[in-house]
């Protein structure tokens, strides 16, 4: 079962580059690791998935070590709009094992 | 209009009445989800659906019921409600499996008084 563990609070302030690590130490060969964004009274949002090494995509950056036990999500130059909760999911072929955890909370100041 | 909706937003119902909670999506999407959130637990999935007319059970099914008669809906029952299933529940849906991009809709905040 593929747990995840996450901070559960970041600050930073405008501009800045915030990286928020997720461990996920029983990792399964066959499973992605995706990262949503939500917003308060909104669903969650896809940000970005990676299987290992390094993904990027315009809004952010994924990055996966060789041994998989962990990722951490880079965003760059945060505004303010990017306050919001941040949760790691590790997920493959079983659905039934979905487990979201309970998120990282950023707060961006100005 | 195209996308994941949920109805209703908001829901105030008493201790043992039935509920139901309904979600729709135009993709058409195989998977369809249950989630509910509560403070300091994140999302726990209820219930998910791989195509039509088969569903299966996630991490917190007790004291709900779903059934998927047709791939676009996914409704979600509470046969009795309790409090404890105050919570806001998020449907979502995606193509392929779980560890796929899921869309989600906007949710339906529920009180059990």
């Known amino acids: 079962l593929a747990k995840t563990t996450q901070p559960i609070s970041m600050d930073s302030y405008e501009g800045q580059e915030v990286n928020i690590t997720c461990s996920h130490n029983?990792?399964?060969?066959?499973?992605?690791i995706t990262w949503y964004q939500q917003f308060p009274s909104q669903g969650p949002r896809f940000i970005i998935q990676?299987?290992?090494t390094k993904v990027t995509n315009e809004v952010a950056s994924l990055f996966i070590p060789a041994d998989r036990k962990s990722s951490t999500l880079s965003l760059p130059r945060v505004s303010l709009s990017d306050t919001a909760v941040y949760y790691c999911?590790?997920?493959?072929?079983?659905?039934?094992?979905?487990?979201f955890g309970t998120g990282t909370r950023l707060q961006v100041f100005p | 209009d195209a996308g994941i909706t949920q109805s209703p937003r908001y829901k105030i119902t008493e201790t043992g009445r039935q509920v139901t909670l309904m979600c729709h999506q135009t993709?058409?999407?195989?998977?369809m989800f249950w989630y509910r959130q509560d403070l300091g637990h994140g999302l726990r999935l209820i219930y998910y659906?791989?195509?039509?007319?088969?569903?299966d059970k996630g991490e917190v099914p007790d004291g709900y019921v779903v059934s998927r008669s047709k791939t676009e809906n996914f409704p979600l029952t509470l046969e009795s409600a309790t409090r404890s299933q105050t919570s806001v529940y998020f449907c979502?849906?995606?193509?392929?499996?779980?560890?796929?991009?899921?869309?989600f809709g906007p949710g339906t905040r529920l009180t059990v008084l």
């Open positions: 999911l590790v997920a493959g072929d079983n659905t039934d094992k979905l487990i």
């Open positions: 659906s791989a195509a039509a007319d088969i569903t």
């Open positions: 029983n990792i399964a060969t066959n499973d992605y």
């Open positions: 993709w058409s999407h195989s998977y």
């Open positions: 979502a849906s995606t193509w392929d499996r779980g560890g796929d991009e899921q869309f």
């Open positions: 990676g299987y290992k």
